[in-house]
């Protein structure tokens, strides 16, 4: 299983966006405190879109509770990283893969990313940007994963719960 992880997140409509990438993708969540926001549903309804009660989410005091209850392989999404998501082949690991994304403001701390060096990724771009929005860099990394899981059992087209898989050949020329 895939999962994401967020350390100490600041902004709410960003987790709200995380947490709707969740739903669609069907990963599982942790959020590691302190949040920079309550996880009421005012804050982060509006980015979740309605999807927050489709979201399997959990939140831990600190990093050492999250530790002492996940296994797993951990990839850190740093700023600092030097090998893009893409260059690890996500399908040779039996045990649940967990990817750790930082606060807005400061990242995954040095303390924990020394530990990893060997799993730390970045996404590459200019050097004109220091990074990307939390919430776009989840959802490209996610979907990294899943593209070389095949997708797992996603659906690639739309479900017949809005306009269905035929929507497109409905059209009159």
């Known amino acids: 299983m895939n999962h994401i992880v967020l350390y100490n997140p600041e902004i ?8 709707r990438t969740c739903a669609a993708t069907n990963t599982m969540l942790h959020l590691i405190e ?9 804050n982060v309804r509006r980015s979740a879109a309605n999807y927050l009660e489709h979201t399997n989410y959990k939140v831990y005091k600190d990093w ?10 951990l990839f850190f999404m740093t700023r600092y990283g030097q090998v893009s998501p ?5 399908n040779s690991f039996e045990e649940d893969i967990y990817l750790v994304f930082g606060s807005e403001s400061s990242g ?4 924990i990313l020394k530990e990893h060096l060997d799993r730390c990724f970045r996404l590459p771009m200019t050097s004109l940007v220091r990074s990307l929005n939390l919430s776009n860099t989840v959802a490209i990394v996610i979907y990294e994963v899943l593209r070389q899981q095949g997708f797992n059992d996603l659906i690639t087209h739309e479900p017949d719960i809005y ?9 009159e020329e």
């Open 108 to 111: 995954v701390p040095k303390e």
């Open 34 to 42: 302190p949040l920079g926001f309550s996880l009421d549903k005012k």
């Open 12 to 19: 709410p409509q960003n987790t709200g966006n995380i947490m």
């Open 86 to 90: 893409d260059k690890m082949d996500y």
């Open 64 to 73: 050492n509770e999250f530790l002492s209850q996940n296994k797993g392989t």
């Open 163 to 171: 306009k269905g898989k035929d929507f497109l050949s409905k059209f």
